[in-house]
């Protein structure tokens, strides 16, 4: 057998059926099978759709690891529209580049330690945020989707409220990072730069 390594920007210089063959690849040698989206239609698997309070609550709960914080927060960008049942669709590589993560399997780890913090808020072991597709794509319900979106909107808010008129400090914010070129450390900004309008 043959092993390959490809660089991130050999990824992203790959034709589109390269990428998403290669993210499939991934996805199956990582064991994130799902059904595909089609499969959510008729009910499996049955994502739960987060209240503001219930997103809240588990970003109380994970909010001590930035990556998956990260994470957390790149499920209230703008994503695709499945068309089928209110759902969010986003792709896993990414997701991986936006949350300035190396590997999917890291990305894999930190929607577990997510969907875990789902399950204790819930309080029901069968409790499931998110699915993936054989394809490399997650996604979630549009009512998960609009509640961290909105929790992002009110954390913006806050912070532009407590810093308007006062000098610029260095401070660390839930970013994630709006492309690959970025430097790995998060400068400093007066206010926020929101992972949902990085897409705009």
């Not at 990428?19 to 959510?40: C, Q, T």
């Not at 957390?72 to 703008?78: K, M, S, V, Y």
């Not at 007066?190 to 309008?197: K, Y």
Request: aromatic share 4%; hydrophobic share 40%.
């Amino acid at each position: 057998m043959v092993g390959i390594t490809l660089s991130p920007e050999q990824l992203r210089a790959a034709p589109p059926d390269v990428r998403r063959w290669i993210e499939h690849e991934v996805a199956v040698s990582l064991g994130l099978h799902a059904p595909e989206i089609g499969d959510a239609r008729r009910g499996s698997p049955q994502l739960v759709g987060l209240t503001v309070d219930e997103a809240a609550k588990v970003l109380s709960l994970i909010e001590g690891t930035l990556p998956v914080v990260n994470v957390f927060f790149e499920l209230g960008r703008e994503g695709s529209s499945a068309g089928v049942n209110d759902l969010e669709v986003f792709r896993l590589v990414d997701m991986t580049r936006h949350a300035r993560l190396q590997t999917m399997e890291q990305l894999a780890d930190c929607l577990n330690i997510i969907n875990t913090a789902v399950r204790s808020v819930r309080a029901d072991v069968n409790a499931t945020l998110y699915g993936l597709d054989q394809r490399g794509y997650c996604f979630i319900a549009g009512q998960t989707h609009r509640s961290i979106q909105r929790i992002w909107q009110e954390i913006v808010m806050e912070r532009s409220l407590s810093t308007s008129g006062a000098p610029r400090q260095e401070e660390s914010t839930y970013v994630s990072a709006p492309d690959a070129a970025a430097t790995p450390a998060i400068p400093p900004t007066t206010a926020p730069v929101s992972p949902l309008e990085t897409l705009r």
